[in-house]
């Protein structure tokens, strides 16, 4: 066995002489254990001892002590122990201090008296030494399927006895028991992903995190193990039976092709993946529930099989052929019907309140009137704007690339993510062409109203961790940030990805987050699932949706999105100045009431919203018709990334057309302006707001029994 420190550059193999152990005697006693501190730990794992975890394997999984093998108690615990523990090593519990008794004399049992000690803390290790702990990688069968699929090089190894893989195995699996994989663990390459898989989980756990406390970078185990496979009828290999031919594949065309000739498709996809988008007419059928429902499939048409990148499919098409079924695969999956611009039910998403400007891609603006209610816009009534296609990304398989000038290159899982320490967030992003139809003369894109702007709590990792684990070099300048989604553009020759860039400055101090939540819930698939990049205070063309790539350079980033829109071109002496957009400006907007109602004369209460990127709100001022600027009252206190409700209580008595008109002032100084700075591109347009409101004068009403009545007289109106 070969253990390593990762806080030491020691190595030595089982056997060895290794270094000396001092080992106190009566440090254990009855039931007492010597109780140590983290440091003490550390120090005595530099020394050759070896960190058992006996807790439940969904507590280890989800957290435990870097370089920890993995042993439970509640299964064959003292024949794993003697399958991975060197006799010659002592031994430190680091799981739960209540189980320390049970398993130090469980461990006496089976001969290793060398228990030093148990960490006297696990839980302030998990949640304040992020350097210290990690978690384990478990898949499920349908992972699996995905994995086999996409990674040539994944080293599967079946660790049961000769007696259970007698009965059958898995395609591809190395057998290598358990004992013999502790003993030759460089029978394994380490460089090369590796999947651990045993009867029902719990010898593989064994033996993943065995591989990983002997350097295995790659490692995760089968959840349910073999009988799961087995169980959803998948395909197996037994000795007595000849390895069955994999499934025929067609692509995606050519199954479309099958569709339009009477041909089923069936969906192995779990709900979730479904309702991202689907072929018209697919059946739906996840991979784990096949097997019990194949008495319901057709046995009189050909059946298509497809998942979301070709992996669950081909391994539910292998188990229908066996069955006696006419299926084939889809090559690709979902991911290559798309690819290939073929019709699919999108989402159904909801837009009620919604200004839709354009559905492929999808741009709509948030009405005003939904703009009134609480702090958070619910994910439902929250502005899109897109710039391709949305992009469907697979969350087992995603992954977030840290690359460039830094000193560790990460590859980070969505789990991943969702085990280091997390932030909430509430933030407005608000699109930076957010009140272009104000511009005159107009100005080029969409032409939003004042609706593209929406405030969220968002959920995610801070950008200055995963910045701290790469490890910026100090030649590092710009931090770009690439998303998923990609397409033509007319002044590009080739297909453009959307990316954007951050000064290394601001990346370090903005507060930004890699958002996987949004109000609450998973990021809806229009707001950049499974992770987008958030922000605060800058125009939301910063928060990159759909992320999948973080690359710091030494140099400014020039993307077309950097360099060619989403910027300010001016004219100043004649020549044409550039300038990113990057911090919102100042704004203010009425929400109540709304652009030419019809109001009566007397008490009015005038409400709305404001921000800015540069700080928070000092004051909004309304005016109507050609009256003063009067102060209107903040709710609440004064927010630094989201936008401050404020209102007034006032009152108008003449009839007749007057203008409401509201600015807002931000405690950096900056006032909304008059007029909107008109730049070609028209963003940044952040003028006053101006809205017409006609007021109706009510005559008092009548008292005569029977003629009760609210009579009324308009002043001068609009056109009907």
Known sequence: MEIINPEASDRWPAGAAGPVVRREPHAVSGQSLV??????????RAAGAVLLDCREPAEFTAGHVRGAVSVGLRGEFEQCAGAVLPPDRDVVLVGDVAIAAEATARLGRAGYEGVMGQLDDLASVLTGRSGLAEASSRLSIEQLAELARLEPALQLVDVRTSAETARGTLSGAREVPLAILAKLPDALERSAPVLVYSARGYRSLVAASFLQAAGFTDVADLADGYRA???????????????????????????????????????????????????????????????????DLPRDRRIVVACRSGGRSAAVAEALRAWGFDAVNLSGGMSAWAAAGLPAVLPGLDITGLVVHRTRPLNCETSIPALIG???????????????????LDPASWRLEVSGLVDRPLRLSLRELHNMRSETLVATLECAG????????????????????????????PLAEILDRAGLRPQAREIVFRGADQGDVAEAAGPVRFERSLPVTDAGQSGSLLAYAMNGEPLPLEHGYPVRLI????????????????????AAFTGFFQTEHYIYETERGGTVAREPVRLQQVRSVITQPSAGQEVPAGE???????????????????????????????????HRHSWQWWELLTRIDSPGQTTLRARATDLAGRTQPERPQWNRLGYGGNAV????????????????????????????????
């Open 35 to 44: 109780l140590l501190p983290i440091a003490e730990v550390l120090s005595r």
């Open 689 to 720: 707001q101006n809205i017409p409101l006609f007021v109706l004068f009510l005559k008092a009403r009548t008292t005569e029994p029977g003629n009760e009545q609210a009579a009324s007289t308009p002043g001068p109106r609009r056109a009907r």
């Open 535 to 554: 922000v605060p205070g800058w125009y939301a063309v910063a928060s990159v949706k759909w992320l999948t790539q973080i690359e710091v350079i030494g």
């Open 374 to 392: 609480g702090v958070v816009m619910p994910n439902a009534r929250f502005y899109v704007r897109n710039h391709f296609q949305t992009p469907q």
């Open 434 to 461: 957010n009140g272009r139809s104000a511009f005159d003369p107009p100005a080029e894109g969409e032409q939003w109203q004042l609706g593209a702007v929406s405030t969220a709590e968002w959920t995610g990792v």
């Open 229 to 295: 496979w087995e169980g959803a009828g998948l395909r197996v290999v037994r000795e007595a039976t000849p390895e069955a031919a994999a499934a025929p594949e067609v692509g995606a065309r050519a199954a479309a092709a099958l569709l339009d000739a009477g041909a089923l498709m069936l969906d192995v996809r779990e709900p979730d993946e479904w309702r991202t988008g689907h072929v018209a007419q697919a059946w739906l059928l996840p991979m784990g529930q096949v097997a019990r429902h194949r008495s």
């Open 604 to 638: 009015l209460v005038v409400r709305g919203v404001a921000w800015s990127g540069a700080a928070p709100i000092d004051k909004v001022e309304v005016s109507i018709g050609t009256g003063p600027w009067r102060n209107a009252r903040l709710i609440g206190p004064r």
